[in-house]
């Protein structure tokens, strides 16, 4: 199976370059901002079993945007999840910067999913009677925590929110609501965020603009972003592609472009067909 042979070289690889090669950009920090080590997820049992995840080990280098591809039911969002404790393990580990999300308890989880965790969904889940600008900084009025009004209005300005601001979702367009989606993710400063098909409603300009302000959050205010897309032009705006099939991390890309994904894609269907 040539397939699982490269899985098993590639993690090895993934793991060890966790931010390799590439150009250093501006906001790049250094290590691993989430890390999952030999990581599997089992679903049911008896006959019922599902092995979503299969021994899973990759880092998602700080600083850095990260795409996570492949088809569907290969393990993408049980993946997401796990990393970003929203599901347990039942094998091997999580960590989000230095801590093994195992070992907290549901409080502790709840806080660090709160404090250390972005999330951008498909759907903008905004609250429809709050302002833009209340929905952004609604995570930290929950924490308690006071935003930074300076990185408040980089954020809103880096993903072109200021003239927006008063308005209520309602009142917005898809894309803006998205834009308001990503800006509360990045304004908590978030050791790393999540994002799902973040461009799946939305049109392939908005979508674009999305992408755009992702990358910069990355570029320019030294986010960590990972993005799951069954998109290959979603996931040529990232520093590097993650392939899963069956559970499995078979393959990476870094400084993708649209068509060598592409090219990446077909070849693993070929390999399925013929394996
Ligand atoms: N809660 C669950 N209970 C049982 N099986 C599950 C559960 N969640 C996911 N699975 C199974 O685990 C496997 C991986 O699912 P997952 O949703 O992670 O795939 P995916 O790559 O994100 O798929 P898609 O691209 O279609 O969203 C699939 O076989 C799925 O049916």
Redesign the pocket.
């Given at each position: 199976m040539p397939t699982h042979a490269a899985t098993a070289a590639t993690a090895a690889t993934a793991a060890q370059h966790p931010t390799a090669p590439s150009g250093a950009h501006a906001g790049t920090r250094i290590g691993a901002a989430a890390r999952a080590t030999g990581l599997s997820k089992v679903?049911?049992e008896g006959d019922t079993r599902?092995v979503?995840l299969d021994s899973v080990s990759l880092e998602f280098g700080r600083g850095r945007f990260t795409a996570i591809m492949?088809p569907?039911?290969?393990?993408?969002?049980?993946?997401m999840h796990c990393m970003a404790g929203l599901d347990t393990v039942s094998e091997g580990s999580a960590r989000i910067g230095d801590t093994e999300l195992a070992s907290l308890n549901d409080r502790q989880l709840t806080r660090l999913r709160r404090d250390q965790v972005g999330f951008v969904f498909q759907a903008f889940n905004l609250l429809p009677t709050l302002t833009a600008l209340e929905n952004i900084t609604l995570p930290m009025d929950i924490a308690g925590r006071k935003p930074d009004r300076q990185w408040l209005d980089t954020v809103v300005a880096t993903v072109g929110l200021s003239g927006r601001l008063g308005h209520r979702p309602s009142q917005l367009s898809g894309g803006q609501q998205q834009r308001v989606a990503v800006a509360r993710a990045i304004a908590a400063r978030p050791e790393i965020i999540f994002a799902d098909e973040p461009t799946g409603n939305l049109d392939s300009r908005s979508g674009a603009e999305i992408l755009t302000f992702l990358r910069d959050s990355v570029q320019e205010l030294g986010q960590t972003v990972v993005m799951?897309t069954?998109d290959p032009v979603a996931a040529s705006y990232a520093d590097r592609v993650v392939f899963?099939a069956d559970?499995r991390l078979i393959d990476e890309v870094y400084d993708p472009t649209a068509e060598a994904v592409l090219d990446r894609m077909r070849q693993f269907d070929t390999d399925a067909r013929t394996s």
């Open positions: 679903y049911g599902v979503a492949g569907s039911g290969s393990g993408k969002s049980t993946l799951v069954h899963l559970g």
